[in-house]
């Protein structure tokens, strides 16, 4: 291939190694997770506004005892006290009921020792 030929290629976006694509897909990837944590984040403080306007605010989904004010200055979206929080992440759920896979977040964990690991590593359900 000519270097004309490849810096066209590369100019357009269709030249690049398995290292270029690689790293656009670590990048797009990165780029999904954080949006979908900023997704969850804002649907957490919307629900905080309704219950604000309701008038509960502050106490827990969970047991309905007080939020202690500490854990709502430090997570002001929080919408159970740490103990009740504990006890859904103990059954593996996140705080909207759905079940969390942490067994892919730390799979890798023996390993780190070995090798260097990226964001393919981690296998990440949406």
Known sequence: MTEEIRLSKIL?????????????????ELHN???ALESRELRQIEKCIDL???????????????IPIA??????????CVECAQKVE????????????????????GRLND???SL???????
């Open 115 to 117: 090798r260097e690991i």
């Open 12 to 28: 357009t976006g269709q030249g690049g190694d398995v290292a270029d694509e690689a790293h656009d897909g670590a990048q797009n």
């Open 33 to 35: 997770q954080l949006a």
């Open 90 to 109: 103990e059954l593996g759920l996140d705080s909207d009921g759905l079940d969390v896979d942490w067994g892919s977040a730390t799979e890798f964990e």
């Open 120 to 126: 393919r590593d981690i296998d990440v359900e949406g």
């Open 52 to 66: 604000i306007r309701e008038g509960r605010y502050g106490d827990c989904e969970g047991c309905e005892s007080k």
């Open 71 to 80: 854990r709502l200055q430090a997570l002001p979206f929080a919408t159970v």
